[in-house]
């Protein structure tokens, strides 16, 4: 939400200011995923779930990028 709120800042240090509170929340969120992960999952399927934690962000990004119109 805060990043859709970011296309619509009206000046520089608003857009600054949007972007890093998403990223500070878009942090706690990785952090806290990764804790539920190791608790969820045996150890021998940690890590494919791990690595499908990883890959979730730059794969969205990518799904993102290319639905925009150039």
């Known amino acids: 939400m805060l990043v859709a709120a970011a296309g ?6 608003s857009l600054v200011l949007l972007l890093a509170v998403a990223g500070g929340m878009g942090a706690s969120v990785n952090a806290a995923s ?3 992960v190791m608790h969820w999952f045996p150890a ?6 791990l690595g499908l ?14 639905r925009c119109p150039s």
């Open 8 to 13: 619509w800042a009206h000046s520089f240090a």
């Open 34 to 36: 990764g804790r539920a």
């Open 53 to 66: 934690r990883q890959t979730a962000i730059p794969i969205g990004g990518a799904l993102a990028a290319s």
């Open 44 to 49: 021998r399927e940690r890590g494919l779930a």
